[in-house]
């Protein structure tokens, strides 16, 4: 009498067709989680160089106002600069749809969310001290810290806070927290003004 089944060669063979089969798939299944780590770090360092170049540029615009008042502190930064919004229904510009003006930006880090936040205001805003809704500039972030530079004549000086007015320049340093510890970002922007 002859018996079903399979024989011990043939278990054999189909346990090496499905390790090699197993191998190629770990292998695949690695090659995307490495690059997707990978991609992550580059998206992160995209959002700094972002964060970066806008803040300059706010920066650069800002001016000295008795209005609206350069105001900082080591996490977060307050001044009068050019922002672009929506042009009133009824005035000249209103075909424009987007205009510039006098107006206020405000840059923080926000420890609850690990985010840095930008918010503006345009001029009656920026007077009525409100702001407009927060916007996520760096989404995953350790830490943010302003430093203000005053070169004046008497006594220059680096501060963690602006209560000296406009200062020359702002050091920015943002950390941001990854796999293989943290990276540490500095730029130093110097204000036009306030030289």
């Known amino acids: 009498m002859r018996r079903r089944g399979f024989t011990f ?20 299944l690695s ?9 992550r770090q580059l998206m992160a360092q995209e959002d700094v160089l972002v964060f970066f170049d806008r803040f300059a540029a706010d920066l650069r615009n800002t001016f000295a106002y008795s209005k609206i008042p350069f105001s900082g502190e080591a996490y977060a930064l307050e001044f009068p600069t050019m922002v672009w919004t929506p042009a009133d229904r009824v005035s000249v510009r209103a075909p424009e749809g987007v ?29 009525g001290e409100a702001w407009g809704p927060d916007e996520v500039i760096v989404p995953a972030a350790g830490a ?7 070169a004046g004549s008497r006594d220059p000086h680096m501060s963690a806070d602006a ?28 204000v036009p003004e306030g030289v």
């Open 9 to 28: 060669i043939e278990i054999m063979l189909v346990t090496a067709i499905f390790a090699t089969i197993a191998g190629a798939v770990f292998t695949c």
């Open 144 to 150: 943010l810290r302003f430093h203000y530079f005053y």
């Open 99 to 127: 205009v510039d003006q006098i107006g206020k930006v405000r840059y923080a880090y926000d420890p609850g969310r690990g985010t840095v936040v930008r918010a503006q205001a345009n001029y009656a805003q920026a007077l």
């Open 163 to 190: 209560s000296d007015g406009l200062p020359s320049g702002v050091e920015v340093e943002l950390v941001i927290p990854g796999r293989r510890g943290e990276k540490v970002f500095r730029r130093y922007i110097a």
């Open 31 to 39: 090659n995307g989680i490495r690059l997707w780590d990978r991609g």
